[in-house]
């Protein structure tokens, strides 16, 4: 599984960092330890289990979870409910090279929104999750251009007219993600 993989990428670079200690600004240690934690509370509540990267400073004793582990904490939480990550929402735009006003632009969703959920502010419903993942596909991204911009296709019939010189207003430049 894609996120699996990463979040096992991202253990093997944080092995090999060296984090400052906060308290004393040193060079921390680094160890990998399972953590079960509980996410919810009441009925909801589920344990989560996850493998975080844990500092360790020898000058002051100090352990600590830095930005890495608190990443897998997050990511753990989504992949339960089976949504998108913030960092896979914003890889899903940038794969498209498209600012979040250019991507707003294209599939309706409010720029501000885009920005929520990929900083992990607010959470998806399960129909902009499903509709995130369809933007991902190359076929439903051509197809939703399509939709969008239909005058940028002009047909050819038609392409001798002299009206159509509205060049550069709204189609972002070069966002064909054409392999
Ligand atoms: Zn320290």
């Known amino acids: 599984m894609r996120q699996k993989a990463s979040s ?8 090999r960092e060296q984090p400052l ?10 160890t990998l ?3 079960t934690y509980t996410y919810g509370s009441g009925e909801g509540a589920v344990e989560l289990n996850v493998r975080l990267p844990v500092r360790h400073c020898e000058a002051c ?3 600590f979870i830095d930005q890495v582990g608190e990443r897998i904490r997050t990511e753990a939480v989504y992949l339960h409910h089976g949504l998108l990550t913030p960092w896979e929402i914003r890889a899903i735009r940038e794969n498209r090279r498209l600012s979040r006003a250019a991507f707003a632009e294209i599939t309706g969703l409010g720029e501000a929104t885009i920005k929520r959920w990929e900083t992990g502010a607010i959470t998806q419903n399960r129909a902009n999750d499903r509709y ?3 933007l991902n596909d190359d076929t439903c991204w051509s197809a939703l251009k399509r939709l969008v911009a239909p005058k940028s296709e002009p047909p050819p019939a038609r392409a001798a007219s002299t009206h159509r010189s509205r060049s550069t207003t709204s ?3 070069a966002a064909a993600a054409s392999p």
């Open 171 to 173: 189609a972002p430049p």
């Open 132 to 134: 995130l993942r369809l």
């Open 33 to 35: 330890e399972d953590e």
């Open 61 to 63: 004793d100090f352990h």
């Open 21 to 30: 200690c906060p308290t004393c600004d040193r060079p921390a240690s680094t």
């Open 8 to 15: 096992n990428e991202r253990l093997d670079s944080a092995e």
